[in-house]
């Protein structure tokens, strides 16, 4: 990442951990409601991945999809008056943390059934592959969707048909409440996709450096019709794994390895410390996210609700 | 090709001349059974009816796993299920009758062909849905790892269930709790009219569909299918590996089915027949299939114990008349006994209380 | 009978705890089970009936098929009703099937525990009144406790039946609180119970919408309209006995229901009323229901296509005050 790379992730990073953060309040708050997943910890490989993608390459993301949408462009007031069920939410209102859509930003979806959006990648990548399109589709998803049934018949499908497609892994160890030793032997996620010849390996999700690396070097070949690739990202979520979780059931980490580890932290050390970025410019980042995300807050309470008829009237397009 | 006398060796199992004789005699009572079930649709049209696969081709890899198991044990299958109930001793004629639709099947005439099962045999029963009696075996191994008896559960799938995400969940299940339970994946090259290089990124790089188990970090084989006693071997490890506790194996059995993939499927009139195979309708690859007619693990196991002294022609003979009379008899019967009442229909549908 | 009083999902765990005591052949498995040696069933049962799973739906549902085929009784904890729905095949046309498929010779005794109907924000795949897409499903038992009581009394014998029952618990009623016998406490399914008599009009009601005809019968007192309020507790089997018994009494009947219009329960008892007791009615049956539409998120389109307490007052009173016109 060269300097005007790391400072586009790094504000992308700080967007989303402002973000998430409030949207914690808000949710403490009862101005958002429903169930809230946030990435906080993680935004290292969203800011990566989406920082290297077109317009016209595709997202999915699952139940934890704020950092994908925000990454890939979704505006940060629109996705905020979503979470708080505005009329001018990406979905109307309809739709909410778990189903955030932004097809004009090339997000084309978050869904809540783990691994649900696997497919719906792979659809969507053989439809740019048809039309002869060299944008790709990106999945993110979490370990725990390797266990599901729909992981494998993906894999196999987009490693035959060579898709151009995507998959990434944020394997932070744990799915829901249990972590990863309890759903499977294979510790790995590349070592589950390697019999069927996917390329791709495992990075420190929280190096945002080597995960910026990883994608530069998986990505034109993707594009290029070579075939998927799967890139493992080992990270890890400060957060419990929706907002309210009691989290009893991992070890807390310490303020002093939480330092060590939080991808933001790490990137401004080694930015600053390489020369890529001057100390100065830092706390701007963070003023910058912040501020935004409060204009973001007053907007969105200015966008009224719905208009409670919307609900049925869009159970067919018409 | 390699010369049938040489390339099974008979001694070291301690099998014995008369087990070896029995697993040739199941063979070829597998083989009988089948025949007649395809010659029904010419010799009396529309007794079968719905949809009937056949497991020619496979009864060397059916007779050498199930010969791995011992009482207890258990397996489930797929719809293609003829054989297993005859290797465990089922009556032909009730499994006949069943598929023939007739009160006195095996199931009374509700599950026909597809569903045959035998559960005091253990024989638990099978899904007429792709893959998914995959979980079935494997649960069915979770509750003989709960009863601690070291019984070891079978589970037999086709290729094209390999794709099956129920393929994935279970196996990753069954490694991680070491379930005793041997995935049986009887690559017969074809799933209905699909190679398997068209549909198996695997397959499609010429690689064993075995390759798969290292995805869960489970052993996987591959055995020649066509080979009993290569069949009986691999089991056998697999089975030993399972009782011990050390989990479960896959093993891709490499067979070649002899008929199409099942009958012909018409609406109701038109006389159902069993179509050519695949392999020459859909690819034309009549060389293909000529040399898997030629490699027919039938007369090859035959060939090989008649070589290795095991077998003499006039017991062969005698095994297949044999064969052929019962199946006569399975047929004569099935076609004599009577029908449900249609009342009947509605009985079963739960399963009422044990008195 | 002593009771004590608890919540309805610790009625629910307190009958499989019952069970899993009773009969080892009770197992658990889930997402969200055990998984932790401090887990209270872990230290009950052990990690060998008490299994945390991976996000395997397939497996888990097929897994229970199995191990009931080998002679267990899983209970598979598949915690909201739409996961139910990525394993579709092994819910409704594989344990279902196998005992008259094989004749009568196999059993498939199984309980599916899945939450549905959680309408408090989280949208369109995790809201779902489903049940209607399984109550025509042969072979399968469904049961809709709306009480603690019925809670525990219809879990136990879901445990104890011999085929696969979709037990499905209402996410909003998950901490009412309720009187709940002590120990052994069957419910009989197929047994429909009557919540409050009344002579003028039957309200049928499940889940959620119980506690909400009764608060309407309630308001319809206070102005001299006696609603009776029947609750079917399983609606597979359905007790439509009980609801004709009650029409031919009132001679009118307003059935509410959570779930979309077309596949719910009040859809089919309409038809079965419209034919058996069309001689009985004195107004044409009206249905409270769900709304043709996905759960919208945000909270007032949420409200929007939900029954709910008004919407069921207004519709006894129109069939109270129907004269021969339309309702
Ligand atoms: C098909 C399905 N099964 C179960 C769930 C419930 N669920 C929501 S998130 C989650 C854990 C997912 O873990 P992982 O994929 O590792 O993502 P993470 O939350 O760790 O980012 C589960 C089990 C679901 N939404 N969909
Ligand atoms: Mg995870």
Redesign the interface.
């Known amino acids: 990442m060269d300097a005007e790379q790391t400072r586009a992730v790094l504000a992308t990073m700080w967007r989303i951990r402002a973000f998430e953060e409030r949207v914690g309040q808000l949710k403490r708050a009862d101005e958002v409601h429903g169930l809230i997943h946030l990435s906080i910890g993680q935004e290292g490989v969203a800011a990566a991945v989406c920082g290297q993608l077109r317009t016209d390459d595709a997202v999915y993301s699952g139940h934890r999809a704020h950092g994908h949408a925000l990454a890939k462009g979704a505006p940060m007031t629109r996705a905020l008056a979503e979470l708080m069920g505005r009329r001018d939410g990406l979905c109307r209102g309809m739709g909410g943390s778990m189903h955030l859509v932004d097809v004009e930003h090339g997000f084309l979806g978050a869904t809540g059934v783990v691994g649900g959006n696997i497919p719906l990648a792979l659809g969507t990548a053989l439809a740019l592959h048809a039309a002869g399109r060299d944008a790709v589709a990106v999945v993110f998803f979490g370990d725990g969707a390797v266990q599901a049934g729909l992981f494998a018949e993906s894999v196999n499908l987009a490693a035959l048909w060579r898709l151009p497609v995507l998959l990434v892994c944020e394997n932070n160890g744990f799915a829901e409440f249990s972590p990863r030793s309890a759903h499977t032997p294979v510790e790995r996620v590349r070592d589950v996709v390697a019999p069927y010849g996917l390329v791709g390996g495992t990075v420190d999700g929280n190096d945002v450096d080597a995960v910026w690396a990883a994608v530069a070097g998986l990505l034109p070949a993707v594009r290029a019709g070579e075939g998927p690739a799967l890139l493992e990202c080992l990270t890890h979520r400060l957060r419990g794994h929706y907002e309210g979780d009691p989290d009893r059931y991992r070890e807390a980490v310490s303020s002093a390895e939480w330092r060590e580890r939080d991808p933001i932290a790490r990137l401004q050390r080694a930015a600053t410390g390489d020369g890529r970025l001057d100390p100065d410019e830092l706390p701007g980042f963070e003023r910058t996210a912040r501020d935004q995300v409060e204009r973001a807050v007053l907007a969105a309470r200015e966008s009224p609700f719905p208009d409670a008829a919307l609900a049925a009237s869009l159970a067919y397009r018409r | 090709m390699t010369d049938p006398a040489t390339d099974t060796a008979f001694d070291g199992r301690g099998l014995g001349t008369e087990r070896l004789v029995e697993l040739y005699r199941q063979m070829v009572r597998i083989r009988e059974f089948e025949e007649r079930v395809k010659r029904t649709f010419a010799e009396h049209p529309g007794v079968i009816r719905g949809h009937t696969h056949l497991a020619d081709g496979a009864e060397a890899s059916i007779v050498g796993s199930v010969a791995a198991l011992r009482p207890g044990d258990?397996l489930?299958a797929t719809y293609r299920c003829h054989g297993y109930p005859i290797a465990l001793g089922s009556d032909t004629a009730a499994m006949m009758a069943e598929i023939y639709g007739r009160a006195t099947?095996?199931?009374?005439?509700?599950?026909g062909s597809m569903?045959l099962?035998?559960?005091e045999r253990g024989f638990?029963?099978t899904?007429g849905?792709v893959g998914?009696g995959?979980?079935?075996?494997?649960?069915?191994?979770?509750?003989?790892?709960?009863?601690g008896d070291r019984d070891v559960?079978l589970g037999f799938f086709g290729d094209g269930a390999s794709?099956?995400?129920?393929?994935?969940?279970?196996l990753?299940?069954a490694?991680?709790?070491k379930l005793p339970v041997v995935y049986v994946l009887e690559n017969n090259s074809f799933s209905a009219g699909v190679r398997t290089e068209q549909?198996?990124?695997?397959a499609?790089?010429g690689e064993p569909l075995a390759?798969?188990?290292?995805?869960?970090?489970m052993p996987g084989v591959t055995v020649d299918g066509g080979d009993p006693l290569a069949v009986y071997d691999a089991l056998s490890a697999a089975v030993a590996r399972a009782r011990a506790g050390e989990g479960p194996t896959l093993v891709e059995s490499r067979v070649y089915r002899l008929s199409a993939h099942g009958n012909s499927i018409a609406p109701p009139g038109v006389p159902l027949h069993y179509p050519e195979h695949e392999a020459i309708s859909r690819f034309g690859a009549v060389e293909e299939y000529e040399a898997a007619k030629r490699g027919d693990p039938v007369p090859r196991f035959r060939a090989a114990l008649v070589a290795g002294g095991v077998l003499s022609d006039a017991l062969a003979r005698s095994i297949l008349a044999d064969a052929a009379e019962e199946m006569q008899h399975a047929v004569d019967t099935a076609l004599a006994a009577p029908f449900p009442e249609p009342a009947a229909a509605l009985?079963?549908?739960?399963?009422?209380?044990?008195a | 009978m002593s009771t004590h009083e608890t919540t309805y999902i610790g009625a629910v765990m307190e009958a499989i705890d019952l069970e899993m005591a009773r009969d080892e052949r009770v197992l658990l498995l889930g997402q969200s089970v055990g998984g932790r040696p401090d887990d209270p069933f872990v230290q009950r049962y052990g990690e060998n009936r008490v299994r945390v799973t991976p996000i395997s739906e397939t497996a888990e549902i097929g897994m229970a098929v199995g191990a009931a085929l080998a002679g267990m009784r899983p209970v598979v904890d598949a915690t909201m009703a739409e996961f139910l729905l990525v394993a579709m095949d092994q819910v409704v046309n594989e344990g279902n099937r196998f005992h008259h498929m094989s004749g009568g010779r196999v059993r498939v005794p199984m309980v599916l525990k899945a939450g549905y109907g959680f309408t408090a924000g989280w949208a369109g795949q995790h809201t779902g009144s489903i049940y209607g897409m399984f109550m025509g499903v042969p072979g399968l038992k469904v049961a809709l406790p709306s009480t603690p009581a019925d809670a525990k009394g219809l879990m136990a014998s879901a445990i104890r039946d011999d085929n696969p029952v979709l037990f499905l618990h209402h996410y909003l009623l998950t901490l009412d609180r309720g009187e709940v016998p002590d120990g052994e406490h069957l419910v009989p399914f197929g047994q429909a119970v009557i919540r409050r008599p009344g002579a003028d009009v039957t309200l049928v009601a499940t889940g959620w919408t119980v506690p909400m005809a009764l608060a309407a019968a309630a308001t319809l007192a206070a102005d001299g309209i006696e609603a009776e309020v029947i609750d079917p507790r399983t609606i597979a089997p359905l007790d439509t006995a009980t609801v004709l018994a009650s029409v031919r009494r009132t001679g009118r009947l307003v059935l509410v229901d959570q779930a979309t219009r077309h596949a719910s329960v009040s859809a089919v008892l309409a038809a079965e009323v419209a034919e058996a007791g069309f001689d009985a009615l004195r107004a044409p049956i009206v249905q409270v229901t769900g709304l043709d539409a996905g759960i919208a998120y945000s909270r007032p389109m949420e409200e929007h296509v939900l029954p709910d307490e008004a919407k069921v007052v207004a519709a006894v009173r129109r069939v109270v005050e129907y004269s021969g016109t339309r309702v």
């Open positions: 258990q489930t099947g095996t199931c009374g005439g509700y599950g569903h099962c035998d559960p638990l029963g899904s849905i998914q995959i979980p079935h075996a494997t649960g069915a191994a979770w509750a003989a790892q709960i009863r559960v794709k099956q995400g129920a393929f994935h969940e279970s990753n299940i490694a991680l709790w549909e198996d990124a695997n499609a790089a390759t798969k188990a290292r995805a869960y970090s009985e079963h549908v739960y399963a009422e209380a044990p």
